[in-house]
């Protein structure tokens, strides 16, 4: 037997053994220098995370997750620093996640952000949610379709000790969340860091919580807006004085403003509109030096607008309308000088505006007064504001013209408009229902060519104005909405007006225009094609405008956004001639036209049937003759059509939305019958054939004949394919 052997290797003696205490510190400090330098997660935490992947979902973006590479490299995770590399964040806003916040996340203990906002994630969150993530200092989960009340524990009274959360930002705003936010909430109760908490555009009810203030000192900003919180706001908010936003409009809070908010002297934005709070502004509210911005419109506040407001010179939004305020303006509102938006419309508020040193208020953008009762001539100081984008004096009683002493003008420069016209930014200009029954001059050279060149809104409408329509008109290139009704002007509506480009809202009723509607008025490029309609501005107006839909005078529809504002044109209640061009039917863009109680004759033109998005269309009282165009029929989203009180004859056209109007859009024409509701014609004679139903006609008759060869050929296919297959041929 041949035996192996061993081998032994004899140290040098240059070469000292390894000592086995050595070699184990040598692996130690070798697997430390690798644990540090690549950290992975906690194996908790890990399948915390996929069982959260599990439960989401985004089509457009996916997450890419992969299990087999350490998680706190994965999109949107952080870990910490620790040895077991704990996860303490996770941001993945504006991802398109879809799904449920499962229990599962309650796992991760070391969680200190979590931001899921601006996705599309739903369902009720978890149980415990708040007082397991003890942790948590940032927490964003707005924009979201989260609903069902939050999962706060109740405290146990008095029996145990307060917990305290990490809790510093809490969004919640824009979710379907609802319920009532209780004090009794230990997570609420603990909160002793929190700063900003917002739960804006939800569904909360019951009473403002106003004992945050107790249990979170620091907060900074509190959110309550777009909610249903109802009753009383309760003192308590006054104990946040670090406190500098507080919004809880549009809710249906009532009562008065609790007096307690005027001690929060680092305050700068109290927003309170769109509830019923009622009382007077108190006048400690000039304490607040800091405010910026004091929104307390639409509302039911009463007495006089505080005479002290120009303590407030950080003031830079002043939104008090749609209240009950009366009294004078206060003059110490010129000391505001950073005022941007002023708007007090829908008061009681009077007396004279010339006192008021608006030359002061270098930085005004937006004044809107209307629908009040200032009286007296306009402010000469108003056109010292060459910021001013916006104005709005209509509904009030002014009265006179601007001296023309003013710039050294001449006597028919003296109106506001030719001093209005330095205002270059200005986009809209809304006087109506002032300067009554005066007689504006109406030369082409009134307005520079520079002047107004970012007017996109002229409304003077309810003035009674005498004379002509404004020749200077031509010059506002950029017009876009202009209404000159319910005055006194005369003569010829000029042709002109169809070459400016982007008028699209045309409003001349109730004057006294007479002779032909020219053509050239329906060369409108605006009108003509509904893309250019399509990219109006959408963001919203400066000032919001109120027009009368079809002149219903009753009721005045408001319009926030210029692309909401329909394409129409309105000359009805004139002494308008001649007959309506043909060239109408280039305007297909249009959705309203009323030429209604004028004198126009002639036949109703074929070529209306063009403007396939018309709506209404008010033709009565003329004295139109001759047929209604069967192409009408064509017009599918037309849901007014009136013609009563004309002389047109035959049979009225049936089918579509013709078989929709009432009889008396077609009473006063004692020649028509037929339709669903009229007579029946005595001799039921087919309508004339237009050139649509010869098409359809010539469709049919091709139709037809191509079925008819085809069922020959088919035919005969056949009977050759049989006669083959049994020999004959």
Not at 255 to 272: T, V
Request: proline letters at 5%; a neutral charge; charged letters at 15%.
């Amino acid at each position: 037997m041949i035996s192996k052997a061993k081998s032994y290797v004899r140290p040098s003696s240059t070469t000292r053994p390894i000592q086995p205490l050595s070699f184990y510190c040598f692996l130690s400090f070798h697997f430390l220098i690798l644990t540090v330098s690549e950290a992975v997660c906690n194996p908790q935490d890990l399948e915390t995370l996929l069982w959260f992947s599990g439960n989401v979902s985004s089509p457009v973006s996916p997450l890419k997750w992969d299990p087999s590479v350490d998680c706190c490299s994965w999109e949107g995770i952080t870990c910490d620093d620790s040895l077991d590399s704990h996860i303490t964040k996770i941001s993945l806003p504006s991802r398109g996640l879809s799904g449920n916040l499962t229990s599962t996340l309650l796992n991760l203990h070391s969680l200190s952000h979590l931001d899921l906002s601006h996705n599309r994630l739903l369902g009720p969150l978890p149980p415990g949610f708040f007082s397991a993530l003890d942790q948590l200092m940032v927490l964003n989960l707005s924009y979201n379709s989260f609903s069902g009340e939050l999962p706060l524990e109740q405290s146990f009274g008095n029996s145990g000790s307060i917990m305290f959360f990490s809790i510093e930002t809490i969004d919640l705003s824009s979710n379907l969340l609802q319920g009532r936010i209780l004090g009794s909430s230990k997570f609420l109760q603990g909160a002793l860091n929190l700063t900003s908490f917002n739960v804006s555009k939800n569904s909360f009810t019951g009473p403002l919580p106003s004992f945050l203030c107790k249990s979170s000192p620091q907060l900074r900003k509190l959110d309550f807006s777009y909610n249903d919180f109802s009753g009383l706001i309760s003192q308590g908010l006054g104990r946040c004085l670090r406190l500098s936003i507080l919004r809880a409009g549009f809710n249906n809070l009532s009562g008065e403003i609790p007096s307690d908010i005027y001690n929060l002297s680092k305050l700068e934005q109290l927003c309170l509109p769109f509830n019923n709070l009622s009382g007077k502004i108190n006048d400690d509210i000039t304490r607040l030096k800091k405010l910026t911005s004091l929104e307390l419109y639409f509302n039911r506040l009463e007495g006089e607008i505080p005479m002290g407001i120009g303590n407030l010179s950080s003031l830079r939004n002043l939104q008090l309308h749609t209240n009950n305020l009366s009294g004078l303006l206060p003059l110490s509102l010129a000391n505001c000088t950073n005022l941007l938006n002023l708007n007090l419309r829908v008061n009681h508020l009077g007396g004279s505006l010339t006192e008021l040193d608006f030359s002061q208020l270098k930085s005004l953008s937006v004044m809107d007064i209307g629908n009040n009762s200032f009286t007296g001539d306009l402010p000469e100081r108003v056109y010292s504001c060459k910021s001013l984008t916006a104005i709005r004096f209509s509904g009030n009683k002014l009265t006179g013209q601007i001296s023309p002493q003013i710039l050294k003008l001449s006597p028919y420069h003296s109106c506001a408009l030719i001093i209005l016209q330095g205002c270059k930014k200005l986009s809209s200009l809304l006087v109506a229902l002032n300067f009554y029954n005066e007689t504006f001059p109406s030369n082409k050279d009134l307005i520079s060519p520079d002047g107004f060149s970012k007017l996109k809104i002229f409304g003077i409408g309810g003035c009674g104005l005498k004379g002509e329509i404004l020749s200077w008109l031509i010059n506002l290139k950029s017009l876009e909405v202009l209404d000159l009704s319910v005055n006194q002007l005369v003569g010829p509506i000029p042709g002109w007006l169809g070459t400016l480009p982007n008028l699209f809202y045309l409003e001349l009723s109730d004057n006294q225009f007479s002779g032909q509607l020219s053509k050239d008025i329906f060369q409108l490029k605006a009108l003509m094609s509904q893309k250019s309609h399509d990219e109006k501005d959408r963001n919203s107006l400066e000032l919001p405008v109120y027009v009368s839909p079809s002149n219903v005078t009753t009721y005045k529809q408001q319009y926030n956004h210029m692309s909401s504002l329909p394409p129409a044109i309105y000359i009805s209640r004139n002494n308008l001639t001649g007959s309506i061009p043909g060239e109408v039917g280039k305007l297909k863009a249009i959705q309203i036209l009323d030429l209604s109680f004028n004198s126009l004759s002639g036949g109703i033109p074929d070529e209306l049937s063009n403007l396939t998005r018309l709506e209404r269309l008010d033709l009565s009282n003329n004295n139109l003759t001759g047929r209604i165009p069967w192409s009408l029929r064509l017009l599918h989203f037309m849901s007014y059509f009136n013609v009563a009180y004309n002389n047109l004859e035959g049979p009225v056209p049936t089918g579509g939305q013709f078989d929709t109007f009432v009889k008396e859009y077609f009473e006063g024409n004692v020649l028509l019958c037929g339709g669903i509701r009229l007579k029946p014609c005595r001799s039921q004679t087919q309508p004339p054939a237009t050139s649509t139903t010869q098409d359809e006609e010539e469709l049919n008759r091709t139709i037809f004949m191509g079925l008819g060869i085809g069922y020959f050929f088919g035919l005969a296919s056949f009977i050759v394919a049989r006669a083959c297959s049994a020999g004959v041929i």
